[in-house]
């Protein structure tokens, strides 16, 4: 080896090392069928369920166990089948959502839009929904026992069969049951 290249190697390793590079040599890219592609953003969001629900408004049956979701405008999305158990959803825009049998016990909806919302056969047990707009939802089989209904609005919404058993409705309007 010539004294050039060899000053040339000492400069490229003292420049790894001084980047904290533990491999001198920089392997060649293989076309290793059993190697796995980078993740794309649209990979990353399956990873994380909120990510997954901002980029693609689609989190069906996804976890969401005390997610913070507070005043995030997720009208339309589908969120049905999801775990929304202790889920922050404080003055959230939810209108046109589907959250149909979605787990919602000891969520905050405080002063949530929820318009239109589907939210057939959806658990809503102790779950505060107060001044939170429900104006055409579907409560179809819904539970809200002793859920926190202080103001809501109810107004066409459909409560066939929805049980309401223990539930503070002071102040609720448009309650037909």
């Known amino acids: 080896m010539n004294a050039k290249t060899m000053l040339g190697a000492i400069a490229l390793a003292g420049n790894l090392l ?16 059993t190697q796995t592609a980078p993740t794309t953003t649209a ?9 997954q629900l901002r980029s693609t408004r689609q989190c069906s049956g996804c976890n969401l166990q005390g997610a913070n979701l ?17 889920a922050d959803l404080d003055e959230a825009n939810l209108s046109n959502a589907n959250l149909s049998s979605a787990n919602l016990v000891n969520a905050d909806l405080e002063k949530a839009n929820l318009s239109n919302a589907n939210l057939s056969g959806a658990n809503l047990n102790n779950a505060d ?7 055409g939802a ?3 089989n819904a539970t809200f026992l002793n859920a926190d209904l202080e103001d809501a609005i109810l107004t066409n919404a459909n409560v066939t069969g929805a049980d309401f058993q223990g539930a503070d409705l002071e102040g609720a309007v448009g309650l037909n049951r």
Do not use: F, Y
């Open 18 to 33: 001084a980047i904290g590079c533990t491999n001198a040599v920089e392997q060649p890219e293989t076309t290793n069928p």
């Open 43 to 51: 990979q990353n969001a399956t990873n994380d369920p909120i990510e």
């Open 70 to 86: 507070e005043n995030l405008d997720l009208s339309g999305v589908d969120l049905s089948n999801a775990n929304l158990m202790n």
């Open 129 to 135: 929904l107060d001044e939170a707009n429900l104006t």
């Open 138 to 140: 579907n409560l179809q």
